[in-house]
């Protein structure tokens, strides 16, 4: 979990509520090395001295050593502010015991160790903490310099050198409690903006997914309609063949009630042959316009075009040949049946519109490109389109018919459901020589035959 952080940067100078898991690692480190740096200064004075140590050496260093165990015991129960307050209570009033027996000029090779912990802590703590923190290690100095003048019975030189060492330490703690104020502040307003960048992201993010989750529904629901218009210019068609199958089905009933034994079997059996007929024609009708998400699998290409030729010739005019030709190209593709008729549907519907006065329509299968893409190409030889058209024929509602008889969305869905599958769309054309749309589908080899 981040830092807390004040409500806004100006009040970065305020206490905060609590320290945050980096600036708890940071105390409880800060807290050992105070507590062993004192240890080892003992045993070495220790060492060096021998018997003759002052014995306010050892009771000031296990002073240290009992604070910082006691703010690692409050620090361990989750009162790391509470542990960081201590501690800076505990180290300023040991700082005026030490002063007022040994004096400044003492503490002079020791007191960066003993200064900067103070100062860092409080700073952490805030900028009120710091400034009291500040005042009152300059108030201790110089009565450390007041114990050395006064030692020397205030003697001229004693007491400039106590006054220059008062002035450079004082000096030293108020640069350094600056330094620190203004690093530890610029580091909270850092990750305040940081934290509310990180928010901003999130909410961006948060908005693409619901625009991109919209943009899935508006293409399906594209898709849909770019079905049931399909279905309407198929109807007629639809009900030819099912005016064709009702026919023969009353053929072969009407047979039924002449015949006996096998031609009564015979002509049941071609009724109910003509029923399924109808029945998969009915079926198909209402899975191809059914609203569903689509649900892409592996399609042998060849036999997938071959299986719509009989439906894309009514699409038709009676003065156009439709032709399908898969030139022995054995090749799975993965995509939605639905959708892939659909789109062959719409392109068949514009070929046909570009063609009134007849004409020939194919779709053929050619070969794999080098990167193993299949290529569906669908060719008329209708009035095709100027360059400007073509350029824009791709782009969503942009069509060339009067109102009422386009939407403009039969290419662009046709891009959109192609590219979804890694594919690509090329559109060739020339004012009056027709029109040719190369599907560019991934596509692998379909398994030999077994022999």
Request: net charge neutral; charged share 15%.
């Amino acid at each position: 979990m981040p830092d807390p952080l004040p409500p806004a940067p100006n009040a970065a100078s305020a206490c905060p509520q609590g320290l945050g898991t980096r600036t708890d690692a940071m105390l409880r480190g800060l807290l050992l090395l105070v507590g062993l740096y004192h240890l080892l200064l003992a045993l070495w004075l220790a060492l060096r001295t021998g018997p003759g140590l002052d014995l306010m050496v050892p009771a000031m260093a296990a002073s240290h050593i009992l604070l910082c165990l006691l703010c690692l015991i409050e620090h361990r129960a989750g009162r790391t502010l509470h542990a960081a307050m201590t501690f800076l209570v505990g180290e300023l009033l040991l700082l005026v015991l030490a002063y007022g027996y040994w004096g400044l000029a003492a503490q002079l090779r020791v007191q960066m160790v003993q200064l900067v912990p103070v100062l860092l802590v409080a700073a952490v703590l805030g900028g009120p903490a710091l400034r009291w923190s500040t005042a009152w290690l300059c108030g201790v100095m110089a009565m450390g310099a007041w114990g050395d003048a006064s030692g020397a019975l205030f003697r001229a030189d004693r007491v400039q050198h106590a006054t220059a060492d008062l002035a450079i330490s004082a000096a030293g703690a108020v640069i350094t409690a600056w330094l620190l104020h203004h690093s530890v502040t610029g580091l909270r307003e850092s990750l305040h903006e940081a934290q509310q960048r990180s928010r901003e992201l999130s909410r961006k993010r948060d908005q693409l997914q619901v625009e991109m989750q919209e943009r899935e529904r508006s293409r399906d629901q594209l898709v849909h309609a770019m079905k049931m218009e399909n279905v309407g210019r198929l109807a007629s068609g639809i009900a030819h063949d099912f005016n064709h199958l009702l026919a023969l089905i009353q053929g072969y009933v009407a047979k039924a009630r002449r015949s006996e034994g096998d031609d009564l079997q015979t002509a049941l059996q071609g009724a109910d042959s003509a029923t399924r007929r109808a029945s998969a024609v009915s079926r198909r009708l209402l899975d191809f316009s059914r609203l569903e998400p689509g649900r892409p699998q592996l399609l042998d290409a060849a036999a997938t075009l071959m299986a719509m030729a009989p439906t894309l010739q009514q699409v038709f005019d009676e003065g156009v040949r439709c032709e399908v030709d898969t030139g022995g190209v054995r090749r799975l593709i993965h995509f939605d049946p639905a959708q892939l008729e659909s789109i062959l549907l719409s392109l068949a519907v514009n070929a046909n519109q570009a063609m009134p006065h007849g004409g020939a329509f194919t779709l053929r299968l050619q070969p794999p490109d080098p990167d193993g893409a299949l290529v569906l190409q669908l060719q008329d030889t209708g009035q095709g389109m100027s360059e400007a058209i073509r350029a824009r024929c791709l782009e969503p509602f942009f069509t060339t018919k009067p109102v009422g008889q386009g939407t403009g969305l039969g290419l662009s869905v046709t891009a959109s459901l192609v590219a979804a599958a890694g594919g690509s769309v090329q559109v060739h054309s020339r004012p009056g020589e027709g029109t040719r749309i190369d599907l560019h589908l991934p596509s692998r080899p379909l398994a030999p035959l077994a022999a």
